[in-house]
């Protein structure tokens, strides 16, 4: 089976935001991400629950939130009663991660766990237990279009070994810098989701950048 697609709406263009969701989806793509920022987390500021609201009635999508935010807590129940289907937190962005995973399962849909590229796997093992979903930043969160980090692959390696000892069925996911080249080796690594914003929606093909992805991966 090949990755699933996660296209970045970051690098859509926002003018014709509805035409690059239908273009990625009718590619294939099965997800659709969508980076919340408050501009304190992370220097950009970005979308809010209204978005998340909007695109619910555009596509079928799965809709991955991914929270780049402070004490996301305070955000978790207006995006998930937006339409999220998926809402990932950062370990870095809370003292109280469990609390804020049970929050996002409360609501029943999929909780994510995220990690920065200097933070390690083992401090959210005590949690990997209560997420669909384990997202790995390959880049410095923030800002699209910079390179794959590839020291991040050997935590991707680590996330599946840990997958398959402990029989738990969470995706591992990878945002930032994905191209063809690097979303192999990731999914070589065991990554089984792509987040792809600069690469998909470059303003030439973004149908043929998805196909790319996937027959890469396959």
Do not use: C
């Amino acid at each position: 089976m090949s990755i699933k697609v996660a296209p970045s709406i970051l690098a859509a263009d926002y003018l014709n935001l509805e035409r690059d969701v239908a273009l990625v989806e009718d590619a294939g793509a099965e997800y659709l991400h969508i980076d919340v920022m408050d501009g304190m987390f992370v220097p950009s500021i970005s979308y809010g629950p209204g978005w998340v609201k909007a695109l619910k009635q555009t596509t079928k999508m799965v809709l991955d939130v991914h929270l780049m935010v402070e004490q996301p807590e305070r955000y978790i129940d207006a995006f998930a009663e937006a339409g999220s289907d998926i809402i990932g937190v950062h370990y870095e962005a809370t003292q109280h991660l469990h609390r804020a995973l049970q929050q996002i399962n409360n609501h029943g849909i999929k909780a994510e766990v995220v990690i920065n590229p200097a933070t390690p796997v083992s401090v959210i093992e005590p949690v990997l237990h209560m997420v669909g979903q384990v997202l790995v930043m390959t880049v410095n969160p923030g800002f699209g279009g910079q390179k794959f980090l590839p020291e991040t692959l050997e935590k991707i390696e680590q996330l599946a070994k840990i997958k398959a000892e402990k029989g738990y069925t969470y995706d591992i996911e990878i945002d930032g810098g994905a191209n063809d080249e690097t979303t192999a080796l990731a999914y070589k690594a065991g990554a089984t989701v792509a987040v792809a914003g600069s690469y998909v929606y470059d303003k030439v093909n973004p149908a043929a950048k998805v196909a790319r992805l996937k027959e890469v991966t396959k």
